[in-house]
Each structure stands twice: as structure tokens, then as C-alpha cells.
């Protein structure tokens, strides 16, 4: 499926991003699409929670956002119906979970297959949830690092697009381990996004489709 072109220039997909926290992942996505290099309408960011930095970025960018504030719903499900009828409103052509600690309702992850991608600070199919640097350094890996991947039913379990991948060094730290891999997502999530916008990335048949070839493993790159 290409974008099909407005006035000579390529449609700007409608994306929107779902956050958290901090939001540095969106701050990256915004600094590229200032700088021109990512040609992207960032139409709406999403929170689960009020108050977060990531919300005060998005509005000192511009961005609208909007907030569905989970503990205020008593039942889950609704909580989760108010986000699908949000999303459903801002009619993206792409979701980007940076950074968003839910597990996304089965409706949903359907509605947007092959239109929505997640980052997860780990080296896919290792260290699946939670505490991923921790898990990596008490394994003695060598190598840890982070995957943008399709979003699937499975938890971080869609087929992957690109890793950033670093050498585990002696007496590493979480936060030192954290902090080299979070800017190499700097890199590898705004790299994904471009290539989804221009139309050489697809989810199909369960692979990742890039330049119209079938990916076998993801696209890699190294820490310098
Ligand atoms: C990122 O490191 C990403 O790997 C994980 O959550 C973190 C979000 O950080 N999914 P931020 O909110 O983008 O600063």
C-alpha cells in the first residue's frame, strides 16, 4: 500500500502517539519531524494518566493531546473503550506506543494491525515485560539493546522492524545500560516511522515487508 500523493508531495500520515511518562521518545519523534527529516502529522497525543512530562512536551510542540485517565474508570474495560473511541476519533493512519505501560485490549491491537508499533528496550525474543536491563546484566549477556516492532496480540511479541543493540559492559548499571540504549531509540524509533510514513514498511501475511522484501531478521543497528 503506498500513501497516494497530494499536489505533487507525498500525504503526511496521520499519527498518533500513545505515552506514559517522561515522553523522551516523543520528544525525539517531534525534534525530527521539526527538523524536516520526519514528514509525519502528529495529530493527537494520548495519555493514560494526567500530569506527565511527556503531555507538557506534546503541548509545548503543539501537539493536541488528550488524557483517559485510567484510575478514574472502575472497570477496566471501560477504561479501555474510552481509548479506543479516542483513538477511533483522531482517525490515524499510524499508532505509536512510546513509552504507554498498558496492555493494549485485544479490539484495539486488531483495529490498528500492520498501523500501530511499539519500542521495547530489549533485544526481541529476549526479555519480553518488564525489568529488561536488570534480566540482561544479572544473565551476564553480552549485549542488550532495544527493538521497534508491529504490535501484535502477544505482549512484545510482533515481528520485529530494527535493534539497537550495545555491548554490556563490565560493571554496568541499569541506569547507565538504560541510558545508552534510550539513545540509540532516538535513532531506530524515528527511523521506523519514516520509513512506515514513506510506504516501504508494511506488516503482512506476519512479516515486515521493507523495500518490498519479506524481513527474515531485523534491521540492526550498533551502538558506535
Ligand atoms: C522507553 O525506553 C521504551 O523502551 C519503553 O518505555 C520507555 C519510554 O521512555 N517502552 P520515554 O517515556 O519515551 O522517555
Not at 49 to 59: D, V
Not at 99 to 121: D, K, Q, S, W
Amino acid at each position: 500500500m503506498s500513501i497516494s500523493p497530494i499536489n505533487g508531495t507525498r500525504a503526511q500520515i496521520r499519527t498518533v502517539i500513545l505515552i506514559s511518562g517522561s515522553g523522551t521518545n516523543l520528544q525525539a519523534i517531534i525534534n525530527e519531524v521539526r527538523s524536516g527529516e520526519l514528514e509525519i502529522n502528529l495529530c493527537a497525543v494520548i495519555s493514560d494518566r494526567p500530569g506527565i512530562q511527556g503531555l507538557e512536551r506534546a503541548e509545548q510542540a503543539g501537539i493536541p493531546t488528550r488524557v483517559v485517565d485510567y484510575q478514574k474508570f472502575e472497570q477496566r474495560a471501560d477504561a479501555d473503550t474510552a481509548l479506543g473511541r479516542e483513538l477511533e476519533s483522531t482517525a490515524p493512519d499510524l499508532v505509536i506506543l512510546a513509552g504507554f505501560m498498558r496492555i493494549l485490549p485485544a479490539e484495539i491491537v486488531t483495529r490498528y494491525r500492520g498501523h500501530m508499533l511499539n519500542i521495547h528496550p530489549s533485544l526481541l525474543p529476549k526479555y519480553r515485560g518488564l525489568h529488561t536491563y536488570r534480566r540482561a546484566i544479572e544473565a551476564g549477556d553480552s549485549h542488550h539493546g532495544s527493538t521497534v516492532h508491529f504490535v501484535t496480540a502477544e505482549l512484545d511479541a510482533g515481528p520485529a522492524i530494527v535493534q539497537y543493540r550495545v555491548p554490556i559492559n563490565a560493571n554496568e548499571t541499569e541506569a547507565s545500560l538504560a541510558a545508552r540504549v534510550q539513545q540509540g531509540e532516538y535513532l531506530i524509533y524515528p527511523r521506523a516511522i519514516c520509513w512506515f510514513a514513506e510506504g516501504r514498511l508494511r506488516l503482512y501475511d506476519g512479516d515486515v515487508w521493507l523495500d518490498n522484501h519479506r524481513q527474515t531478521q531485523p534491521a540492526i543497528l550498533n551502538e558506535l
